[in-house]
């Protein structure tokens, strides 16, 4: 595109280098017909504008005009050479154009935002998911160790359950935890749950821990065992550890690229018990449940009636919901998980 011959001509002051010497000729420039016309004391020279390489606008600095043959021109005068450029039909390069036009700005920003959304939404799970069996045991051992030790502390006193009845659930949840032939390593452990209620949680190592009043919530070992398929299945799948790797960019560029996984233990103890896991967490937990009670020739309704229990023992209300203890806070979606457990899914049995 040109300016037609009749257009008036922009005079733009600039200096004119060789290529040659380091000498400044000072010169003013026009342009006709797409051909740039530089005039000065002893420079004049016409070149296309399509055989010209101009630099983009940089802050004060001074644009550059390149010539193929090592000439260059500099020009200070940002609105006129801009002027001039834009009655030739020149475009500066998009994203150039688009930081100065508030409304893309706005548009690039959100972009920005979206993209960080999604990788905390998507990605963050995603990578959690790839660096979790990557974590070593030895580190899992930890982890349950520390979390353990703070759940003795500050929530949990020992349990008041006869050995019997816990010698029974023992032997009952060992002839149950195994899957494709394989046993699932694991030990299971009492406490009086204390304000915890009715209760139970999976440590990364495959530690179960069981709260007395669970265990007489649930009235017979059937139920217990099912909740506790279902907390096999967070250690099976690495729950725990995924979720405190997504709960931190951080901890999880660490582990993945360092190996360390010292930032991850800092909120462990507390985000195993509390934070919850998410809504996939729990169906893939609750899948893993129903198939090692099927390989036993019991139902999934096992492990709904013992969750519509949970939910009832625990209070429905939003109070509850709201509470950093109860067992629908780090079991969420509980009404929505009974009603698929007991839906035709899982109706074969
Ligand atoms: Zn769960």
Redesign the pocket.
Known sequence: MSTSPSDPVTAVAALYFDGRSARAHIVTLGVTDGVLHVEGDDVSRSEPLGALRVSEPMGDAARLISFADGAHLEVRDHAALAALLAATGHRDAAVVRWAFEPRMVVIMLSALLLSVWLIMQYGLPWAARITAPLVPDSAMTVLSERTLEWLDQALTRPTALPAARQQALREALSSVASIDGQPIVHTLLFRSGGQLGANAFALPDGTLIVTDELVALAGADAPVLAVLT??L??VQQRHGVRMLLQGSATALFMAWYLGDISSLLAGAPAALVQAG?SRD??RE?DDFAVKLLRARGQSAGLLAGMLEKLAAAHGEGAASRSGPMGWLS??PDTAERITRLRSTEFAAD
Do not use: K, N
């Open positions: 279902h907390e299945g967070h896991y967490m729990e937990a780090s079991h």
